[in-house]
T-cell receptor, first 111, second 114 residues
Framework: GEDVEQSLFLSVREGDSSVINCTYT??????LYWYKQEPGAGLQLLTY?????DMKQDQRLTVLLNKKDKHLSLRIADTQTGDSAIYFC???????????FGTGTRLKVLA | DAGVIQSPRHEVTEMGQEVTLRCKPI?????LFWYRQTMMRGLELLIY????????DSGMPEDRFSAKMPNASFSTLKIQPSEPRDSAVYFC????????????FGAGSRLTVL
């Protein structure tokens, strides 16, 4: 069945760039998302990319999509301690309600 | 908009008791989701409502779980009787399922069943 995979942990130093990776199996995905979950809070949309795009940039965030390899990445430039959270990759299709979430990557930013 | 509002934020109860979790979605959103989050199983979709009608309840674990959406601004998730394995964080999310189908999540209800 459809699956989204992520590594569980990532640790970076403050000021460095963070790259969180995700692989998915459903080649017909329309949208791919990155959600952020801070402690004690719900998931919050960070950004999303439409499947016909290769890259999307939004301030410190850069999303890269490699459809051939079914690989999605999120780069956070100049990572700050406030970026420490769990980051979820997810995919869905136009006109449907179903989301497939990854297991989440816990990012720890060291001061 | 205040976002998706969930209550209670925390609930501690004893096995066998009834638990009711509540959700107020974002005004104008026509879709509502209940998810459960645990360390072992991650995020699981329990039930999906569209225009107040349950469309997919295949994720509801068993008959002890029920969900209702009596109107566009309110939904409940009920567990009766509750068991320790139901301990989890329960999230409500809403969307207008159009365009990019972005989900807006509530802050969650952390349930502990002793």
């Amino acid at each position: 069945g459809e699956d989204v995979e992520q590594s569980l942990f990532l640790s970076v130093r403050e000021g460095d760039s963070s790259v969180i990776n995700c692989t998915y199996t459903d080649s017909s995905s329309t949208y791919l998302y990155w959600y952020k979950q801070e402690p004690g809070a719900g998931l919050q949309l960070l950004t999303y990319i439409f499947s016909n795009m290769d890259m999307k940039q939004d301030q410190r965030l850069t999303v890269l999509l490699n459809k051939k390899d079914k690989h999605l990445s999120l780069r956070i430039a100049d990572t700050q301690t406030g970026d420490s959270a769990i980051y979820f990759c997810a995919e869905s299709h136009t006109g449907t309600y179903k989301y497939i979430f990854g297991t989440g990557t816990r990012l720890k930013v060291l001061a | 908009d205040a976002g998706v509002i969930q209550s209670p934020r925390h609930e501690v109860t004893e096995m066998g008791q009834e638990v009711t979790l509540r959700c107020k979605p974002i005004s104008g959103h026509n879709s509502l989701f209940w998810y459960r989050q645990t360390m072992m199983r991650g995020l699981e979709l329990l039930i999906y409502f569209n225009n107040n009608v349950p469309i997919d309840d295949s994720g509801m674990p068993e008959d002890r779980f029920s969900a209702k959406m009596p109107n566009a601004s309110f939904s409940t998730l009920k567990i009766q009787p509750s068991e320790p394995r139901d301990s989890a964080v329960y999230f409500c999310a809403s969307s207008d399922v159009s365009g990019a189908n972005v989900l807006t999540f509530g802050a969650g209800s952390r349930l502990t069943v002793l």
